[in-house]
């Protein structure tokens, strides 16, 4: 079957740096996304990953290694506003394709 | 240019009941899907439209159905309520529905709540 394995909470200092992983067990993979959700708020598309390395988007880096089944979502200079849930979700073949997410890690930061 | 659309916000059922939910993508926007979040969970996905044709369906029963319409809009419907059905209801478009489109956008949601 496909899982994701993601920590339920992170708390980091503003101004910080934090990384945010992600393991998967999927029987086709195709991609890693990161979404961001604030409390009562709709996931946003943060980044994909469809090859090894490291992608980055501004203060947000993304990071996926196959061989690893592994990612991480990287934080730089972290500001208030970025206290919310962030979800890992993989493209798996076994799956028609189709968004197959993790728990989410809710990102606690502190002044 | 509006982003996707979700009607309505809130929605108190009673077990049993019925319930239509409604999702406008973003103009242009021909992929539709639907997806459930439980409070503290990831969404999980019901059903992907793409064209007006089924794409994908996620493991839910067959009370859960849904429909694309010309226009591109969608409607999702759940029979016979249960408890365990009240989340929230969030809806995606993406540009189409092959796989390389890999970046959806998504509605406000419907917060369900079954009693």
């Known amino acids: 079957g496909q899982s994701l394995e993601q920590p339920s909470e992170v708390t980091a200092v503003e101004g910080a740096i934090v990384q945010i992983n992600c393991t998967y067990q999927t029987s086709g993979f195709y991609g890693l996304s990161w979404y961001q959700q604030h409390d009562g708020g709709a996931p946003t598309f943060l980044s994909y990953n469809a090859l090894d390395g490291l992608e980055e988007t501004g203060r947000f880096s993304s990071f996926l290694s196959r061989s690893d089944s592994y990612g991480y979502l990287l934080l730089q200079e972290l500001q208030m506003k970025d206290s919310a849930s962030y979800f890992c979700?993989?493209?798996?073949?076994?799956?028609?394709?189709?968004?197959?997410w993790g728990a989410g890690t809710k990102l606690i930061i502190k002044p | 240019d509006a982003g996707v659309t979700q009607s309505p916000t809130h929605l108190i059922k009673t077990r049993g009941q019925h319930v239509t939910l409604r999702c406008s993508p973003i103009s242009g926007h021909k992929s539709v899907s639907w997806y459930q979040q439980v409070l503290g969970q990831g969404p999980q996905f019901i059903f992907q439209?793409?064209?007006?044709?089924?794409?994908g369906r996620g493991n839910f029963p067959d009370r859960f159905s849904a429909r694309q319409f010309p226009n591109y809009s969608s409607e999702l419907n759940v029979n016979a309520l249960l408890l365990g059905d009240s989340a929230l209801y969030l809806c995606?478009?993406?540009?189409?529905?092959?796989?390389?489109?890999?970046?959806?956008?998504f509605g406000p949601g419907t917060r369900l709540t079954v009693t």
């Open positions: 979700a993989v493209r798996d073949q076994g799956s028609n394709y189709q968004l197959i």
């Open positions: 995606a478009s993406k540009l189409a529905g092959e796989t390389a489109a890999y970046e959806q956008y």
């Open positions: 439209y793409y064209e007006k044709e089924e794409r």
